[in-house]
């Protein structure tokens, strides 16, 4: 994988060799064109220097010298050439009036003829000669460029690490950390740049510092949750040991079923908080009939609600679809009615409904039993947060647990002590998560 420096100096050399490139070529166009309005000028002149009455032809011209660049014809009014320097240079023999492009056996030609008199007059200059004078300029402008592109390398190299100087003093401070130091980085003096890269970075620790808190805590309160009825086996147990009658046996093997039943519905709240937790297993959002889904668990419920002498029903099902978790959905639903049935005495009633309002969708579970008192309410979603004085043995995880997949579904529980005595429990779903697939009243 390239360096940042290497990729910067790559592409800051590179644009500064493409613009050195550039600017030569410019240079060279712009030198020619002066070039031949130069050499243009100085053809006029020469042929308007020369005689323009016809005389003797003289003898044939010599062979043209390589330092010489100009080659003159002359012809008289009846078409003999009378003077020619330069004849095996391979100039046209034909004279055209002004200036022109003439292509020759050597090579390209600019010409300029002229009537002057009774002679007409040919200048004629290779083309190669003023591109060649044109290629000299360009190159004395530039070959200062040229000598200072080693030493402009040379500072982008030495500017780029002066400038990656922070990113590396971040690194070391990140790689001489242990696992268990998430203290925020230091983010000051930093460069614009890199200042939002170390503030997300120390925003990441927070919420890491935050989360393994959390988890910790989580594994304390489980720990001390689990060895109340852990020593409460230990003693029944024993109790049955030490059992003299079988009515005593009897009786502490009631118990020991008791607190293994209260155990075991503990370490199944504590592994359904665990699954719920936001990215511990993948979960799969497809359209669930929410309707089908109440009306199944206020039926999976009705026998265990009539064992306690609690009248369970459902008072309205609107037909909803939502966008969710399926198994998710079903343990909010099944943890709400759980915990109405756990603290209504009989006789008593539950309610369940669910309906469309102007706010979203509304699942609504309200029961006729105590109540909470006002003060405990923001604290009963708490894990393992249990109402003092309260008889009900539960795992105080029930609405820890609602409130956590209402969360995850964008949905907020609400708690409410009822005019009439009991609990309302309302869960309410935004109207982005009513699903738009077909069928979806």
């Not at 370490?267 to 993948?282: D, M, S």
Request: proline share 6%; aromatic share 6%.
């Amino acid at each position: 994988m390239k360096s940042i420096r290497t990729t910067l100096l790559l592409w800051l050399t590179g644009s500064l060799a493409i613009g050195i490139a550039l600017t030569a070529w410019l240079t060279y166009r712009q030198a020619r064109e002066e070039a031949n309005e130069i050499f243009d000028y100085q053809m006029q002149q020469m042929a308007a220097s020369l005689p323009s009455r016809a005389f003797s032809p003289l003898a044939p011209g010599r062979a043209p010298d390589p330092e010489e660049n100009i080659v003159i014809q002359i012809w008289d009014n009846s078409g003999l050439r009378i003077y020619g320097s330069h004849l095996e240079a391979g100039v046209p023999q034909w004279a055209k009036l002004g200036f022109s492009y003439v292509r020759g056996p050597n090579g390209d030609w600019r010409v300029y003829g002229a009537q002057l008199g009774e002679t007409v007059v040919q200048i004629a200059q290779p083309l190669s000669v003023r591109r060649l004078i044109a290629a000299g300029i360009a190159l004395r402008t530039i070959a200062p460029l040229l000598l200072l592109f080693p030493v402009m390398a040379l500072l982008t190299w030495l500017a780029v690490g002066q400038g990656l100087k922070p990113i590396l003093r971040v690194t070391g401070e990140v790689q001489r950390r242990d696992a268990n130091a998430l203290s925020p980085l230091e983010n000051q003096p930093l460069p614009a740049e890199i200042a939002p890269l170390v503030g997300a970075l120390n925003d990441l620790l927070a919420r890491l510092d935050k989360s393994i808190a959390a988890q910790r805590d989580f594994v304390a309160d489980a720990a001390h949750e689990l060895r109340t009825p852990l020593t409460a086996l230990q003693l029944q147990a024993q109790l049955a040991e030490r059992a003299a009658t079988e009515e005593e046996r009897r009786t502490a093997f009631s118990g020991l079923k008791a607190g293994l039943s209260r155990t075991q519905h503990l370490v199944q709240q504590l592994l359904t908080l665990a699954r719920q937790e936001p990215g511990a297993f993948p979960q799969a959002w497809t359209a669930v009939r929410l309707d089908d889904m109440v009306r199944n668990a206020v039926s999976d419920f009705a026998l265990q609600a009539a064992d306690r002498g609690l009248d369970l029903g459902l008072e309205q099902a609107d037909e909803i679809t939502l966008t969710g978790h399926a198994d998710a959905l079903r343990i909010l639903l099944g943890n709400l009615i759980d915990n109405a049935l756990r603290y209504t005495p009989a006789p008593g009633r539950i309610d369940v409904c669910l309906r469309r309002t102007v706010q979203g969708i509304e699942l609504q579970v309200d029961d006729s039993g105590p109540g909470i008192p006002e003060a405990e309410l923001p604290r009963v979603r708490d894990r393992f947060y249990r109402v003092a004085g309260t008889e009900t043995q539960g795992s105080g995880l029930g609405l820890a647990i609602v409130q956590q997949i209402a969360a995850a579904h964008g949905a907020t529980l609400q708690l409410a002590n009822r005019a009439e005595g009991g609990l309302s429990a309302r869960v309410v779903f935004p109207p982005a998560q009513i699903s738009t697939l077909t069928g979806t009243a």
